[in-house]
């Protein structure tokens, strides 16, 4: 067994042989406070590895040590600040469940908040969580889940507004549009009159438009889509997205109208002309604001004139 002697200002200990090796402290090493010290020194410094080492031997060898309760915050910071944000985001974790009043409750919230940001906008993980791999994996689960504990750890903060809205904006892109859409009607409650909730509104439309743009023609979107439109408009009635909504909506109208239109264009091809005609009509009466609308008005003159009307 090997034994290592730390002395002040000389003392240099990688993780690796923390953690393969049983150290035995000798008579002059350093106390915890000393380590303490030399763990304040290297945070003051951002010498952020040598932090997590001195947090790491506090954690190890001086647990009952009123020190020892912060270390897992602390080694979570370092690890943030060098970019490794798994790393980070695990001791996050075993720092709020060790304790049952973290001092650094909120910063941690907030922390984990930022780690869950930059997955969701593409920050990847490494190959098997070591920081020695390159960063491939996709982070986007991860951040659901740490969303979740931000959500429920500071449920009213304005921070559980932009994870709700975080956690939706993956959903939809995991195109899991029920969860997304029950994430954004969570977040329209829970702050109805804060900036975000409006985005929710803007989101959800953007929700329907992507299911009707993947085939999905069940009408009742187009009704889900108007009303979400209205209680945009009644919550917020200055607000500029209600344009985006809007187009939305249009969008899916032309969608729909369009649909209907395919199916009176096979109708008249296979000479099924009264079938054809009942189909330009709808089109012409339940979406009459939209460019098949146009085309369906030209069709009906057209077998009016032939004597098909």
């Known amino acids: 067994m090997r034994k290592y002697i730390l002395y002040p200002l000389s003392f240099i200990l990688s993780l690796s042989a923390l953690e393969e090796q049983e150290l035995i402290w000798d008579e002059e090493g350093p106390s915890v406070l000393e380590f303490n010290g030399y763990l304040q020194e290297a945070i ?9 080492d001195y947090a790491e031997i506090i954690s190890y060898h001086f647990p009952q040590s009123p020190f020892a309760q912060e270390t897992a915050f602390l080694i979570g910071e370092a690890y943030y600040k060098l970019g490794q944000l798994e790393l980070a985001n695990e001791r996050f974790t075993a720092y709020l469940n060790h304790s049952a009043s973290p001092k650094h409750f909120e910063e941690t919230i907030h922390y984990k908040f930022h780690i869950a940001e930059s997955y969701r906008k593409g920050m990847k993980k490494p190959l098997f969580g070591s920081h020695k791999l390159p960063k491939i994996v996709s982070g986007e689960e991860d951040a659901l ?8 750890g500071l449920p ?10 975080g956690k939706a904006e993956i959903q939809t892109k995991f195109e899991d549009y029920k969860p997304s859409l029950e994430t954004l009607d969570l977040l329209i409650r829970r702050f109805p009159k804060h900036d975000l909730a409006a985005q929710g509104f803007v989101e959800k439309s953007h929700a329907y438009l992507m299911q009707c743009r993947e085939k999905s023609l069940d009408p ?6 108007d009303v979400n439109l209205r209680k945009f408009r009644l919550a917020f009635p200055r607000e500029g997205r209600i344009a985006e909504a809007e187009k939305d909506v249009a969008e899916m109208q032309e969608i729909f109208a369009e649909h209907l239109m395919e199916t009176g264009r096979f109708f008249q091809k296979t000479k099924k002309t009264p079938a054809s005609i009942i189909y330009y009509s709808n089109v012409l009466s339940k ?3 939209t460019k098949a609308a146009s085309e369906a008005k030209e ?3 057209s077998l009016q004139d032939s004597g098909n009307l």
């Open 156 to 165: 009213h903060d304005e921070i559980a507004a932009k994870a709700l809205l």
């Open 287 to 289: 979406y009459p604001d």
């Open 145 to 152: 889940q740490i969303y979740e504990e931000v959500i429920s």
């Open 220 to 225: 009742a979107l187009l009704d889900l889509a």
């Open 44 to 52: 003051r410094e951002g010498d952020w590895w040598a932090a997590i």
């Open 299 to 301: 069709r009906l003159e």
